[in-house]
């Protein structure tokens, strides 16, 4: 899978979230809504999620195994630090 476009909008809000990303793959596949987020140790990225009637958060979409959220997540930030 390539990833074939990675769009970054940067926001202003009170909080940790620094942008919000779209990321296509094969030019065929979206996903948006990631988001780019300042934590204790330096930014990371977010995977959109929506939030359980518990109050929980549960992610929608999301990288199986760490290798490839690696790879998202350096291709975002890359993006992001343009």
Not at 29 to 51: Q, S
Not at 56 to 64: G, M, N, S, T
Request: glycine share 4%.
């Amino acid at each position: 899978m390539i990833i074939t476009e990675v769009r970054v909008r940067k926001v202003e809000f009170e909080g940790k979230t620094r942008a919000f990303a779209s990321i296509t793959f094969d030019d065929s596949f979206v996903i948006h809504d990631l988001r780019v987020v300042e934590g204790d140790r330096g930014l990371f990225v977010a995977m959109p999620n929506r939030r359980l009637p518990n109050g929980e958060r549960k992610d929608i979409a999301h990288p199986l195994n760490n290798e490839f959220r690696d790879v998202i997540q350096a291709r975002v930030l890359e993006e992001y630090d343009r």
